[in-house]
């Protein structure tokens, strides 16, 4: 069974950077058609995409956060990683790391981390 | 970009009864790339349906989903007391990739 577990600070300063991981475990994120990906959702609000890696290094962005996200993929250790700068309290949510698939097969977000909370405070 | 919307925002509801959740994209989205979440408190969405019509892996079949173009539906036949929760709708582009939302639609106990 795959599973996905975020890792990371749960409290970040103002203007700094949110660096978050999520490791793979149960199956290799080194497979075709699969995707890896990250959502957000602010306490008691909606879903928001993040962006997504391929395990060869390629990347898409939600284009409302594009200039502060950096995604990238470690094979080796079956991790993937996010990390958003210029932090402000409205980047406080938990942030969940998911596999989603290919467009070919509905492009759809099937196994999902627990989700971790990252609040933005001084 | 394409916006979902989602209606009700909440829906009440008793167990047994039938629940009919509505998304509207403001432009045409293709069936291929709209589906549906559970999510229930505390815990991470959970996929019901993809390509709007059909359900993932071990999805109850009391779970349906319907529509086209601009408008799908998620239908519950008859509600069980497990599926009290709130329901996303999500839809796929491919020029540039992106992932939408849709706000939710809360079914609770009336």
């Known amino acids: 069974q795959l599973q996905l577990q975020e890792s990371g600070p749960g409290l970040v300063k103002p203007s700094e950077t949110l660096s978050l991981t999520c490791t793979v475990s149960g199956g290799s994120i080194s ?54 700068s210029s932090v402000t309290a409205a980047d406080t949510a938990v942030y969940y790391c998911a596999r989603h698939t290919n467009a070919e097969a509905g492009a759809t977000f099937d196994y999902w981390g627990q989700g971790t909370l990252v609040t933005v405070s001084s | 970009e394409i916006v979902l919307t989602q209606s009700p925002g909440t829906l009440s509801l008793s167990p047994g009864e039938r629940a009919t959740l509505s998304c509207r994209a403001s432009q045409s989205v293709s069936s291929s790339y709209l589906a549906w979440y559970q999510q229930k408190p505390g815990q991470s969405p ?25 408008d799908f539906t998620l239908t519950i036949s008859r509600l069980e007391p497990e599926d009290f929760a709130v329901y996303y709708c999500q839809q796929y582009g491919s020029s540039p990739p992106m992932f939408t939302f849709g706000p939710g639609t809360k079914v609770d106990i009336k």
């Open chain 2, 46 to 70: 959970r996929l019901l349906i993809y390509g709007a019509f059909s359900r993932a892996t071990g999805i109850p079949d009391r779970f349906s989903g319907s529509g086209s173009g601009t």
């Open chain 1, 31 to 84: 497979i075709n058609n699969y995707y890896w990906g990250w959502i957000r959702q602010p306490p008691g609000k909606g879903l928001e995409w993040i962006g997504s890696v391929y395990y060869s290094g390629g990347t898409s962005y939600n284009p409302s956060l594009k200039s502060r996200v950096t995604l990238s993929v470690d094979t080796s250790k079956n991790q993937f990683s996010l990390k958003l």
